[in-house]
């Protein structure tokens, strides 16, 4: 039993391999790259905005809502794929595919986001853990939205529409009522509530993305084709005259 689990461990591990290169090609690098140069000059210019008085808290946190949401624009594309058409009949799964992407991007994006918190100096730096959150929550539910887009529609590069999504609920945040707002300033009574809720919306939109990575059965029945010569068509299918 332990040698068909190594088996199939070291089985994974060489696709996994052979997918890094393609796969890190493959990514919407031009958005991403994009995302990560207005962030990083955005929250840098915190330093250069503060007045006489010295650095502004109020500055610094909106910024860093800013670059958080340059974040989620960025990663709304990572899951687009010209190829989807082609790549949905391979061997490799979906899921298999998209966790690679994830994986290849997650450390980029976690230097890109410390970067951006150092740039802000320290007197206009909010609490960095509860922003982090903030950053998370917002990277979570464009990948949720993403990966749902990919699920659900047969469109291969959903990355903009998603972005326009993510734009939507950000402004529907920003005009929700004060007693409902999610983006309180440290010290406001609701800033401990409000990161609850943060907390709520990044463990659900892990679950969404967990679940929609993976293909949908009828996109997989569809897509499955004898693989050798030989293999028997189950009992239905159409079977072409001989000698066509």
Partial sequence: MREVKDGKGSGTRRVIGALLGPVWRSLPWRVL?????????????????????????????????????????????????????????????RALRAAVRLALIAPL????????????????????????????????????????SVRLRTEPAPGAAVALALLALAVAALLAPARWNPLPAPGDPDWAAAHHWWTAVLGAAAVICAACLPEPPARRRCAARPKAAGVTPPSGTFRPPSGT
């Fill in 109 to 148: 994006a976690a230097a890109w986001w410390t970067a951006a918190l150092f740039l802000v100096p320290d007197g206009a730096r909010p609490p960095a853990g509860a922003l982090t959150l903030e950053a998370a929550a917002v990277a979570a539910a464009a990948l949720a939205l993403a990966s749902a």
């Fill in 33 to 93: 790259g994009a995302a990560g140069a207005l962030g990083l000059p955005a929250a840098g210019s915190v330093r250069l905005m503060s007045g006489a008085g010295g650095p502004d808290p109020a500055l610094g946190l909106g910024v860093l809502r800013l670059v958080a949401l340059l974040g989620g624009f960025g990663l709304a594309f990572l899951f687009d794929d010209p190829a989807r058409v082609t790549t949905s009949a391979v061997p490799v799964r």
